[in-house]
């Protein structure tokens, strides 16, 4: 039987079942082209956010008088030694904390009652790294970020102080030497690393 023999009732019923694979199959695909174009943008706009977060706050983690926004000192009353001894962490983690939700709160497609963020500082002797975690409830979208808070003044005095210290201790117990003689290169190892940071940057 040919092609010219079939049927049209044959026809008719081959259109049907064609339309019944194929429209599903194109709903998918137009449901898809929308879903994960969406879904990107929130893990991008977590992501942007909470790096910005990082920068800005390790930039004003020194002062907690500093517009994280600007960087603009509003009150010039400052912790000399902050490094050795930060009473102010809560505060200053809650400050960038409420700062992140800020920028994402202007966000049509993130609903900032159900993000979660964690800011934590982790100290290494007189440097400190400010560590922030993000994350979407809903979506299960999470985002980490991570920035040095470098001050090259504060770093050099904190460093001299220290290394008073030291040498005061070599000086008054001299079967201490040993221990001394690790922390300085403790100390020189970090003042080389800085010291590249800084090259780089420049």
Known sequence: ????????????????????????????????AIFIPLR????????????????????????????ITTGKIHNRSYELYWRLYDGQKEMKALRIKNWLFSR???NPVLKTNEMTAVVEIKD??????????????????????????I???????????LMEVIKKIGKYCPEVNNVIDEL????????????KVGAYEN
């Open 184 to 195: 300085k290169k403790v100390i020189n190892d970090i003042k080389n690393r800085v010291s």
């Open 151 to 161: 001050e090259p003044a504060e770093f050099i005095r904190n460093t001299d102080f």
């Open 1 to 32: 039987m040919g092609v010219n023999n079939i049927k049209p009732e044959n026809i008719k019923g081959s259109i049907t079942i064609e339309t019944i694979i194929i429209i599903p199959f194109v709903f998918f695909c137009v449901i898809f």
């Open 40 to 67: 990107l943008y929130r893990a991008v706009s977590i992501q942007v956010a909470a790096d910005l977060a990082a920068q800005r706050g390790a930039a004003v983690w020194d002062n907690i008088n500093k517009d």
């Open 104 to 106: 994402l709160d202007g």
């Open 124 to 149: 290494y002797i007189i440097l400190k790294k400010l560590q922030i975690e993000a994350a979407d409830k809903s979506f299960r979208e999470k985002a980490f970020a991570e920035s040095m808070s």
